[in-house]
Protein backbone atom coordinates (compact mmCIF):
# COMPACT_ATOMS: atom_id res chain seq x y z
CA UNK A 1 0.00 0.00 0.00
CA UNK A 2 3.07 2.15 0.66
CA UNK A 3 4.27 1.77 -2.81
CA UNK A 4 1.16 2.81 -4.23
CA UNK A 5 1.01 6.00 -2.04
CA UNK A 6 4.70 6.73 -3.42
CA UNK A 7 3.25 5.93 -6.72
CA UNK A 8 0.89 8.61 -6.70
CA UNK A 9 3.05 11.53 -4.59
CA UNK A 10 5.68 11.04 -7.83
CA UNK A 11 2.74 11.20 -10.33
CA UNK A 12 1.08 14.19 -8.88
CA UNK A 13 4.77 15.53 -8.20
CA UNK A 14 6.37 15.44 -11.95
CA UNK A 15 2.97 16.97 -13.05
CA UNK A 16 3.49 19.84 -10.94
CA UNK A 17 6.70 20.29 -12.24
CA UNK A 18 5.74 20.13 -15.82
CA UNK A 19 3.55 22.80 -15.21
CA UNK A 20 5.57 24.80 -13.00
CA UNK A 21 8.25 25.13 -15.38
CA UNK A 22 6.55 26.10 -18.46
CA UNK A 23 4.75 28.82 -16.41
CA UNK A 24 7.12 31.82 -16.35
CA UNK A 25 7.82 31.24 -19.86
CA UNK A 26 3.78 32.01 -20.21
CA UNK A 27 4.13 35.32 -18.30
CA UNK A 28 5.04 37.68 -20.59
CA UNK A 29 6.30 37.62 -24.49
CA UNK A 30 9.28 39.65 -26.02
CA UNK A 31 7.70 43.41 -25.46
CA UNK A 32 6.83 42.52 -21.71
CA UNK A 33 2.96 42.09 -23.04
CA UNK A 34 0.40 40.18 -20.56
CA UNK A 35 -1.04 37.62 -22.53
CA UNK A 36 -4.56 38.25 -23.71
CA UNK A 37 -7.30 36.53 -21.22
CA UNK A 38 -10.53 35.00 -22.33
CA UNK A 39 -13.18 32.93 -20.26
CA UNK A 40 -13.48 29.33 -20.98
CA UNK A 41 -15.80 26.27 -19.18
CA UNK A 42 -15.64 22.98 -19.97
CA UNK A 43 -18.92 20.53 -18.80
CA UNK A 44 -18.96 16.69 -19.07
CA UNK A 45 -21.76 14.83 -21.27
CA UNK A 46 -20.28 11.25 -19.30
CA UNK A 47 -18.12 10.83 -16.58
CA UNK A 48 -17.05 8.22 -14.30
CA UNK A 49 -15.09 7.53 -11.08
CA UNK A 50 -13.60 4.17 -10.00
CA UNK A 51 -12.86 4.00 -5.96
CA UNK A 52 -8.86 3.89 -6.06
CA UNK A 53 -9.38 0.48 -3.31
CA UNK A 54 -11.92 -1.22 -5.43
CA UNK A 55 -11.79 -0.34 -9.07
CA UNK A 56 -14.16 -2.80 -10.11
CA UNK A 57 -16.50 -0.12 -9.04
CA UNK A 58 -17.77 2.89 -10.88
CA UNK A 59 -19.96 5.59 -9.98
CA UNK A 60 -21.82 8.46 -12.63
CA UNK A 61 -19.89 11.20 -12.27
CA UNK A 62 -20.57 15.26 -13.89
CA UNK A 63 -17.65 18.24 -13.93
CA UNK A 64 -17.73 21.80 -14.48
CA UNK A 65 -14.45 23.63 -14.59
CA UNK A 66 -14.63 27.41 -15.89
CA UNK A 67 -11.56 30.02 -15.52
CA UNK A 68 -9.33 32.13 -17.84
CA UNK A 69 -7.74 30.82 -20.79
CA UNK A 70 -4.32 33.00 -21.18
CA UNK A 71 -3.90 33.48 -25.13
CA UNK A 72 -0.10 32.94 -25.73
CA UNK A 73 2.08 35.89 -27.14
CA UNK A 74 4.94 34.05 -27.07
CA UNK A 75 6.27 33.17 -30.87
CA UNK A 76 8.40 30.27 -29.26
CA UNK A 77 5.62 28.87 -27.38
CA UNK A 78 2.86 30.03 -30.03
CA UNK A 79 0.65 26.76 -30.10
CA UNK A 80 0.46 26.60 -25.44
CA UNK A 81 -1.84 28.22 -23.98
CA UNK A 82 -2.35 28.60 -19.92
CA UNK A 83 -5.48 28.21 -18.28
CA UNK A 84 -6.31 29.24 -14.98
CA UNK A 85 -9.42 27.74 -12.78
CA UNK A 86 -11.54 30.27 -10.76
CA UNK A 87 -14.56 28.16 -10.16
CA UNK A 88 -16.04 24.43 -10.45
CA UNK A 89 -18.14 21.60 -8.97
CA UNK A 90 -17.50 17.55 -9.12
CA UNK A 91 -20.64 15.35 -8.20
CA UNK A 92 -20.32 11.63 -8.00
CA UNK A 93 -23.54 9.81 -7.48
CA UNK A 94 -22.92 7.23 -4.62
CA UNK A 95 -25.86 5.13 -5.77
CA UNK A 96 -26.36 3.75 -2.52
CA UNK A 97 -24.64 6.31 -0.41
CA UNK A 98 -25.05 9.69 -0.66
CA UNK A 99 -23.68 11.96 -3.80
CA UNK A 100 -20.04 13.45 -2.56
CA UNK A 101 -20.31 16.88 -3.76
CA UNK A 102 -16.91 18.41 -4.21
CA UNK A 103 -16.23 22.78 -5.04
CA UNK A 104 -13.06 23.55 -7.23
CA UNK A 105 -11.68 26.57 -5.37
CA UNK A 106 -8.57 27.32 -7.56
CA UNK A 107 -6.05 25.60 -9.92
CA UNK A 108 -4.19 25.52 -13.50
CA UNK A 109 -3.75 23.88 -16.62
CA UNK A 110 -1.71 23.93 -19.43
CA UNK A 111 -3.37 23.75 -23.19
CA UNK A 112 -1.25 22.29 -26.31
CA UNK A 113 -3.12 23.17 -29.38
CA UNK A 114 -0.20 20.96 -31.47
CA UNK A 115 -0.43 17.94 -29.54
CA UNK A 116 -3.71 18.37 -28.93
CA UNK A 117 -3.01 17.41 -24.64
CA UNK A 118 -4.34 19.06 -21.92
CA UNK A 119 -3.26 18.92 -18.06
CA UNK A 120 -4.89 21.01 -15.28
CA UNK A 121 -4.68 20.69 -11.89
CA UNK A 122 -7.29 22.13 -9.14
CA UNK A 123 -7.85 21.86 -5.16
CA UNK A 124 -11.19 20.75 -4.08
CA UNK A 125 -12.85 20.84 -0.85
CA UNK A 126 -15.49 18.46 -0.38
CA UNK A 127 -18.84 20.16 0.93
CA UNK A 128 -20.32 19.32 3.68
CA UNK A 129 -16.28 18.43 5.46
CA UNK A 130 -13.11 20.67 5.92
CA UNK A 131 -11.41 18.26 3.49
CA UNK A 132 -9.62 19.09 0.40
CA UNK A 133 -8.36 17.06 -1.97
CA UNK A 134 -6.15 17.41 -5.47
CA UNK A 135 -7.70 16.97 -9.10
CA UNK A 136 -5.35 15.85 -11.69
CA UNK A 137 -6.93 16.01 -15.12
CA UNK A 138 -4.97 14.71 -18.29
CA UNK A 139 -6.21 15.12 -21.45
CA UNK A 140 -6.71 14.89 -24.78
CA UNK A 141 -8.11 17.40 -27.54
CA UNK A 142 -10.36 16.13 -30.83
CA UNK A 143 -13.02 16.85 -32.69
CA UNK A 144 -15.61 15.56 -30.18
CA UNK A 145 -14.03 17.75 -27.54
CA UNK A 146 -11.75 17.05 -24.62
CA UNK A 147 -11.29 13.27 -23.06
CA UNK A 148 -9.95 13.14 -19.57
CA UNK A 149 -9.05 9.13 -18.63
CA UNK A 150 -8.52 7.61 -15.77
CA UNK A 151 -6.08 6.59 -14.39
CA UNK A 152 -4.01 9.41 -15.15
CA UNK A 153 -6.80 11.90 -14.03
CA UNK A 154 -7.66 11.33 -10.33
CA UNK A 155 -9.06 12.62 -7.13
CA UNK A 156 -5.59 11.93 -5.37
CA UNK A 157 -6.29 9.24 -2.82
CA UNK A 158 -9.82 8.81 -3.43
CA UNK A 159 -10.92 8.13 -7.24
CA UNK A 160 -9.54 7.70 -11.01
CA UNK A 161 -12.18 9.78 -12.92
CA UNK A 162 -12.72 10.04 -16.40
CA UNK A 163 -14.66 12.75 -18.10
CA UNK A 164 -15.88 13.52 -21.40
CA UNK A 165 -16.97 16.83 -22.50
CA UNK A 166 -16.79 20.19 -24.16
CA UNK A 167 -14.46 23.38 -23.54
CA UNK A 168 -15.82 26.22 -24.83
CA UNK A 169 -13.60 29.35 -25.19
Given at each position: ???????????????????????????????????????????????????????NM??????????????????????????????????????????????????????????????????????????????IL????????????????????????????????
Amino acid sequence: MKRIGLLLTLLLLSSAVSAFAIEPLLAKNKNNEAPEAKSFTFQSTTGKAYPISNRNMSYPATLTISGEWLENKNKELVSIGKLRVTDGSLIIDGGYYAAKVYKITKGFGIDNDKNGKLKILCELQELNSESTYRLILHGRTSSDGIRFEAPESKIATQYFIEFSGQLTK
